[in-house]
């Protein structure tokens, strides 16, 4: 079945630093690949998307490249911020079929950042 | 993006009683509607998908007598948590699709029960 692995958290950086988040899958067919942000306390939030290979989504200064070849969809962001502490969760979604729409989550990734 | 609103954000109920929670999609019309568990500092769990007027499909494990799911309009998806148990304390999200929508799934603020 369908699979999506994050790298294990927690992450800590202080402001300002780079930020990478891995993210690899497994899949039958051709997903689409999504990031979703979690604040404290909230639902979840899509932060950015990707439907076929070599797109890339961004959004708020994230973006993410979707790697056929290597089967990941890493979160990048050149200069966090405080703000940007939250859950982050990989996604995928199958298309067509009876799992269409159904979202295949990671586990999360928590990101604190310090001023 | 949609807007999708859930209610209540939060219930404190006894065991043995049910709590129902209710998620609307407010500017659009959802297709389908899914219901998910989180458990502290894990992911989200996938309980079960429903179309608007149809019976829901829910996963594996998850028990649909224990977790009533009704789909009565295009706006509208209710979760019941009937006979709740300490057990059952969680965090309860639910998120809606349309196909107009490119199928992305938009999420509500999430319930957080806790049963006595």
């Known amino acids: 079945g369908d699979s999506v692995t994050q790298m294990e958290g927690p992450v800590t950086l202080s402001e300002e630093a780079f930020l990478t988040i891995n993210c690899t899958y497994t899949?039958?067919?051709?997903?689409?690949l999504f990031w979703y942000v979690q604040y404290p306390g909230e639902g979840l939030q899509l932060l950015l998307k990707a439907t076929k290979a070599d797109d890339k989504g961004s959004n708020k200064g994230f973006e993410a490249t979707y790697r056929k070849e290597t089967t990941s969809f890493h979160l990048e962001k050149g200069s966090v911020q405080v703000s940007d502490s939250a859950v982050y969760f990989c996604a995928l979604s199958e298309p067509g079929g009876t799992s269409y729409g159904k979202l295949t989550f990671g586990q999360g990734t928590i990101l604190t950042v310090h001023p | 993006g949609a807007v999708v609103s859930q209610h209540p954000s939060r219930v404190i109920c006894k065991s043995g009683t049910s709590v129902k929670i209710e998620c609307r999609s407010l500017d659009f019309q959802a297709t389908t509607m899914f219901w998910y568990r989180q458990f502290p500092k894990q992911s989200l769990m996938l309980m079960a998908t429903s179309n608007e007027g149809s019976k829901a499909t829910y996963e594996q494990g998850v028990e649909k007598d224990k977790f009533l799911i009704n789909h009565a309009s295009l706006t509208l998806s209710t979760l019941t948590v009937t006979s709740a148990h300490p057990e059952d304390s969680s965090f309860y999200i639910c998120?809606?699709?349309?196909?107009?929508?490119?199928?992305?799934?938009?999420f509500g603020a999430g319930t957080r029960l806790s049963v006595l």
């Open positions: 998120s809606a699709s349309a196909v107009l929508a490119k199928n992305i799934q938009y």
């Open positions: 899949a039958t067919g051709y997903p689409s």
